[in-house]
């Protein structure tokens, strides 16, 4: 190896004065690259720090901190007496090229794996970046308390000791466990100890957190169809077969499903207002489903997300309080409820299952803010939780009852509304053998942001519709939007 | 079936008065339990609303809507004219007894998936309850600034507005992912564009985002050996085939794993601080690493879990800085530099990942809380998170020499404390064959968390050792604790 008394002449640093890069990191990323790139060779001695400080004006030990930096890291070793040489050893042939433009790929050309390409196209009909009237999920944020919510936020804050910066309790706060077993006792007519209450990031980690401690890859689903969406993504992109069960007029066709597939070993449901239909499971065919699952072993996942909207007498009770042989997992969320940026749901176990899920939960690395969680279960334990579900309820059936009269008015020869007694969303099904995706793209054009039915689906059903938000829509816009709704759809 | 005219005689309604609950709901919970039970039979008349609300003394309205809601959920028909009758087709014969005491079953005896007990055993060692002194990973929470990061939280929340009430950025919080970009390029010496960022409920969760992405089950993963433990869990509960890969002086042999494994789909490495046994990776095996996966397409999961507190030169730029091929997926976290509690950590991805990184993240249900993400930006980029880095990085500094000198001082027949450079906790090898988790037992029987060193390890090493977390220890309590831990190790 060819050493230089002298040391190497860097002159081509580039070190520009003047600007937001202090000297120290340019010198330092300059010579680093000059390693990398081999235009330093191993071995090859550099200018002592003396040398390069005056060479670059400098001062002695700004070149001496880089020198120390490059050796602590293995680019440069000193040796007493003789100076500061590049390491040898470093295979940097090998290394490819810095100033060649960085491979940029496009994600259908990376090697990635089939469960990245399951999540690519299912996403594809729901934009992600805004929200246009319609759009099924979206609550009235424009009438939520957020001064009373922040004071609550700032009360929990302040009352947060140091206690609570540890990782906490992986199940979440217990005051929150205990706020929403109330809730569900005196809402949802369950039976719950708050120690059977998981917190989560929102219904669709209580999703994922279910499916990883009930199934192993390959199992089977029974799945509504339509049905939510979200929940049917997590299953299969964790490796699990969903099957399709239709819904009837007494929701999930249990029977069907008994004798078209195979056993299962989850049952997916919302049977207080079916995703995206908003039929109400029957009495008769709750008790059908908690039996089957007694008999063949399976488990239920009640996902229950909107049950505090109800416009026709009390909330049902839920699935899981008829459920006494402990086979339901119940998930609820406040996305709804509150607003989804709350990033916080929860999922009510057996009493077998706490412990399991308390450790995935844990894998899952826990997710709620403490703070949040906190400051939820004071606004419950006050009572402004059930007071802001009881105004919105009041908001959400007029907005219903607007839209449903502005769909018969105004859309009478290209639309067919379903009543609903529940919810923040109706379904309308399309005349004229109409495509629910072409009609999707049409109305997304003109600023309507409504689901086709078909998104919810794995197998197609005889009928197309559209499913409309009508909970985050201000009732005075709907006649103006359902008009321009009707003229778009005409044209199709 | 037989019809009572006057409908049936209710005596064992069980109504208390001056209790909690409300008299509309113990009779409605009460009629509910009649039918289910099988004790109102299927088409058997109720007592009219008058004679019902006559008996029980309370009004006539509070009956008939407890009727009208029994009617709406489908256990009771109305005939106009005819009364109110128990509905027929229930099969409520089929229903458990609901006196009987509901199944409890233990854990062991539940159909519990392969994956629930993956989860289980692993965790044994693990207390979640409470922590004591020298648990590993702990912060010194005494000393974190919770005055001036409430501040940040309440200017956080009162310039939320309505726009960040939504699902929100699926990345996280713009803002939040520009100071990240930010902190990266000026102390990671990565090159990093904030798009590229997608913030995650703690590094736990970015692990699972990457093995969702990256993984098929039984693809292969090299992973250190000792390593990080709950990257390990995460991996084989999502059915990743993992290959120990042993630690020499210059970090994980990739050599032997070329030789001994097959080719992985990923590489999960920790080059800053080798998690647990604190090596830092050589530059030269820093390059072997970068071009093996490049030759081989394998993928690189970094973990930089406390890079921020380095003892000796600034702290060493990332693997992730050097990958000029875009294989290395890098993980940070505030766990450690703030606290755990804050549930903020992120994954920086190569461009071509960035969209399905983020539909994976929508799919797990994103995380955190945007108040919270807003907050720590403001707190980065007024310079405070520095400034807290900085003066833990003293204080932990000064806890590793106390700590060192105890253990050289106290425990010089029981351990042998390895030296290091960089992090929060040290290693302690023990001497005379002491098994580890002996050690481990009998220092929580008094009051000490260290972990054994095994249950880092997939493969068992030749040295037992303990590792012990000194930042959240204050070293004045040092001297007493090491003094017990030795009289503790003289024992075994």
């Known amino acids: 190896m060819p050493k230089h008394p002298k040391g190497a002449l860097l002159q081509n640093l580039g070190i520009e004065r003047g600007t937001s890069v202090p000297i120290y990191r340019q010198i330092d990323a300059s010579l680093r690259r000059l390693i990398l790139e081999g ?27 880089v020198y120390e930096q490059l050796a602590i890291e293995g680019f440069v070793r000193s040796k007493t007496g003789a100076g500061t040489f590049v390491a040898e050893g470093l295979d940097v042939k090998a290394l490819p090229d810095f100033q060649r433009p960085r491979r940029q790929p496009r994600l259908a050309d990376t090697v990635i794996s089939g469960r990245a390409r399951k999540i690519m196209p299912s996403k594809a009909a729901v934009r992600l970046d805004r929200i246009d009237p319609f759009r099924p999920g979206v609550p009235a944020l424009e009438l939520f308390p957020v001064k009373l919510w922040n004071k609550y936020l700032l009360d929990a804050a302040i009352s947060c000791d140091r206690q609570n910066m540890s990782y906490g309790e992986i199940k979440g706060q217990s005051s929150l466990r205990q706020s929403i077993a109330r809730h569900l006792i005196n ?100 008790l059908m489903l908690l039996n089957y699952a007694r008999e063949s ?88 939780f059930s007071d802001h579900i009881r105004k919105m309820r009041r908001v959400y059936r007029e907005r219903r009852n607007v839209l449903h009269d ?53 197998e197609p059903l005889a009928r197309s519709g559209i499913v409309l938000g009508f909970s985050g829509v201000n009732e005075r816009h709907m006649p103006k939007l359902v008009r321009r709704m009707s003229e778009t759809l005409r044209t199709l």
Request: hydrophobic share 40%.
């Open 39 to 65: 235009n330093l060779r191993p071995g090859q001695k550099l200018p002592s720090t003396r040398e390069l400080a005056d060479e670059l004006g400098v001062s002695r030990i700004t070149v001496k901190t």
């Open 187 to 286: 809402t949802r007519g369950m039976q719950v100890d708050p120690e059977q209450i998981i917190i989560t990031a929102g219904a669709q980690q209580a999703f994922v957190l279910t499916a990883l401690v009930l199934l192993n890859p390959t199992d089977t689903v029974w799945y509504e169809n339509p049905g939510h969406i979200a929940g049917r993504e997590v299953l299969e992109v964790l490796g699990a077969n969903v099957m399709p069960v239709p819904i009837d007029d007494e929701g999930m066709d249990i029977n069907y499903a008994i004798a078209k597939h195979t056993k299962p070993a989850l049952i997916f449901t919302t049977p207080s207002h079916q995703q995206p239909l908003g039929t109400t499971m029957s009495l008769s065919r709750r």
């Open 297 to 384: 072993g399976a488990w239920i996942v009640e996902d229950d997300y909107d049950s505090e909207f109800r416009y026709r007498g009390q909330p049902l009770p839920a699935l899981s309080a008829l459920d006494s042989e402990r086979s339901v997992f119940y998930v609820g969320t406040f996305s709804k409820s509150m607003f989804a940026a709350i990033r916080i749901g929860y999922v009510v176990v057996p009493p077998a299952f706490v412990e399991a899920f308390a450790l995935a939960q844990n894998l899952l690395g826990q997710s709620s803010s403490s703070v949040v969680e906190k400051a939820l279960s004071m606004l419950m334990d006050d009572g402004k």
């Open 406 to 458: 502005c769909l018969v008015t105004e859309c009478a020869d290209s639309l067919e509304p379903q009543p609903t007694d529940a919810g923040m969303h109706m379904l309308a099904w399309l005349k004229n053998n109409v495509d629910d995706q072409t009609a999707h793209r049409a109305l997304l054009d003109v600023g309507i942001e409504c689901l086709p039915l078909s998104v919810y689906c794995t």
